[in-house]
C-alpha cells in the first residue's frame, strides 16, 4: 500500500524568507500524480501546487516550487518570499494512476507558522 | 459562488442519533468522495462514487452510509453517531482530465 510522509510536525519562518517542506512516499508505482494541498484555519482545502511523476521539470506555481525526486520518492515544497497568508497546515498527497479508487493519500501535515 | 457546498458546517449532536451530511458541486464532475480528518492523522477515505450506480466503500467506512442521489449531490451519513465520529468531513471532487480533486468547506461534526 502507498504511503505519505511529512516528518515535520510543524515549521516557523520569518516572513520574506524562504521555507522547505519535506515530503516523502513509498509506492510501487510508476505513474502518479502528487499534490501539496494548503489549510489555513478557515479549514478550507486549498489546492497549491501539481506534479505528473512522468514530467522530470519541477512545477512551479508562483512562489510556491517543488523539488521533484522520483528515484528518491521525495516531493518537497518550498515556499518563497513567505508572507503572513502562507500560515497554515500543509498538507502532501499521493495519487496512483494505476489504482481504480481515484482517492488521495495523505500525509499528516505541516503546521507553517510565519513570524513577521 | 462555491463549486463543492457542504451543508451543514458546523453540527453537534447526540450518540445514537442519525445524521447526514450533505454535498453538492457544480463542477459536472462525475467523481465524488468523503474524506474524514482527524487532528494528526490526515485525511482518510470513507466512501467514493463514480457515477450514480456506482458506490464504493473507502479505508473506514465502517459505522458511515452514502447516497448518490444525482450526479451532483451525494450524501453521507451516519446511522447511529458515536463520540468517535467527532470529526472534520470533507467531500470533494475529481476532474478525471487533470486528476485534481477539489474541496467542499468542511462539516464539523462533533458527537456528545
Known amino acids: 500500500a502507498q504511503t505519505v510522509t511529512q516528518s515535520q510536525p510543524e515549521m516557523s519562518v520569518q516572513e520574506a524568507e524562504t521555507v522547505t517542506l519535506s515530503c516523502t512516499y513509498d509506492t510501487s508505482e510508476s505513474d502518479y500524480y502528487l499534490f501539496w494541498y494548503k489549510q489555513p484555519p478557515s479549514r478550507q482545502m486549498i489546492l497549491v501546487i501539481r506534479?505528473?511523476?512522468?514530467?522530470?521539470q519541477n512545477a512551479t506555481e508562483n512562489r510556491f516550487s517543488v523539488n521533484f525526486q522520483k528515484a528518491a520518492k521525495s516531493f518537497s515544497l518550498k515556499i518563497s518570499d513567505s508572507q503572513l497568508g502562507d500560515a497554515a497546515m500543509y498538507f502532501c498527497?499521493?495519487?496512483?494512476?494505476?489504482?481504480?479508487?481515484?482517492?488521495?493519500?495523505f500525509g499528516k501535515g505541516t503546521k507553517l507558522s510565519v513570524k513577521p | 459562488d462555491a463549486d463543492v457546498t457542504q451543508t451543514p458546517r458546523n453540527r453537534i449532536t447526540k450518540t445514537g442519533k442519525r445524521i447526514m451530511l450533505e454535498c453538492s458541486q457544480t463542477k459536472g464532475h462525475d467523481r465524488m468522495y468523503w474524506y474524514r480528518q482527524d487532528p494528526g492523522l490526515g485525511l482518510r477515505l470513507i466512501y467514493y462514487?463514480?457515477?450514480?450506480?456506482?458506490?464504493n466503500k473507502g479505508e473506514i467506512s465502517d459505522g458511515y452510509s452514502v447516497s448518490r442521489q444525482a450526479q451532483a449531490k451525494f450524501s453521507l451519513s451516519l446511522e447511529s453517531a458515536i463520540p468517535n465520529q467527532t470529526a472534520l468531513y470533507f467531500c470533494?471532487?475529481?476532474?478525471?482530465?487533470?486528476?485534481?480533486?477539489?474541496f467542499g468547506p468542511g462539516t464539523r461534526l462533533t458527537v456528545l
Open positions: 506534479q505528473e511523476a512522468y514530467k522530470q
Open positions: 498527497a499521493y495519487r496512483g494512476r494505476g489504482g481504480s479508487q481515484g482517492n488521495l493519500i
Open positions: 462514487s463514480f457515477d450514480v450506480k456506482d458506490i
Open positions: 470533494a471532487t475529481r476532474d478525471r482530465y487533470t486528476d485534481t480533486q477539489y
